[in-house]
């Protein structure tokens, strides 16, 4: 617990890792492509790890420039929580097989589970978060399922990972932010989208082959005993809560 000062004057574009007062970091690795003898299914993803964040004290993060994310480890923001699992391998690239791509890997779980009951948790107490600057955040807090691998020719999709359970606690905490999409809490929780079935062989298709299906999002828990939140910004709202189900995947061929 202690007060925390980010100035960055100057940024082009986006940065790879964000800029944050606190950051914590989950992910789980991606896995790879079946073999090339084509014997096996593409690998699963890596489940990510729960974390706990607790902060007293205050927090001022200033960026000048910055372009909005475009992907969850972009984000900026007084304090930035990911936990995210890897990616699928692809199935393998053959048309008679009766493998898979490999499933997308789970948030906020290590032991390869359907499902995550464990919940990522941000709590602030008699806390001041304040930040200056186009799409950068009060707090940030995502959890997020690993997406299925594809399937190629014969073999199907896999399927997204679960997201884990977010939690934002605000105990006395005055957040305030200063800039376009800055809100003041965002907290989601998504679930893995499924692997495409993409088929490129030419030929007629009479299988049971099939695209991956997205995955549940885990729930989002929002709390703020005796907290302000105040934006300035344009499209910044004060708290944006969401869990979303992920897509499922494509079938194509050509």
């Known amino acids: 617990n202690a007060d925390i000062d980010v100035t960055v004057t100057s940024v082009t574009g986006t940065i790879d890792r964000g800029v944050r007062g606190i950051s914590a970091f989950s992910l789980g690795g991606d896995a790879y492509v079946a073999s090339e003898d084509n014997t096996d299914s593409g690998g699963h993803g890596g489940g990510a790890k729960t974390f706990t964040i607790t902060h007293e004290g205050d927090i001022t993060v200033s960026v000048a420039g910055l372009d ?3 992907t969850f480890e972009e984000l900026s923001g007084g304090i930035v929580a990911l ?31 359907t ?110 005993y005796g907290s302000t939140i105040t934006t300035s910004g344009d499209h910044a709202h004060g708290m944006v809560a969401q869990a979303l189900g992920g897509l499922g995947g494509d079938a194509s061929s050509g």
Do not use: C, W
């Open 115 to 224: 499902t995550s009951d464990i919940e990522s948790l941000v709590e602030t107490d008699n806390a001041t978060i304040t930040t200056s600057g186009d799409h950068v955040m009060g707090i940030a807090a995502v959890t997020a399922g690993g997406n299925g691998g594809d399937g190629r020719e014969s073999s199907d999709g896999g399927n997204g990972g679960f997201g884990g359970t977010v939690k934002v606690d605000l105990d006395h905490t005055d957040i305030s932010t200063g800039g376009e999409s800055a809100y003041g809490v965002y907290a989601v929780a998504r679930g893995g989208n499924g692997g495409a079935f993409k088929d490129s062989s030419g030929l007629l298709d009479f299988g049971s082959d099939q695209a991956g299906h997205g995955q549940l999002a885990g729930n989002v828990k929002t709390n703020g």
């Open 83 to 113: 936990s995210i699992g890897g990616n699928g391998g692809d199935g393998p690239q053959t048309i008679a097989n009766s493998q898979k791509g490999g499933n997308g890997g789970v948030a906020s779980s290590s032991d390869g589970s």
């Open 68 to 70: 909005q994310a475009s």
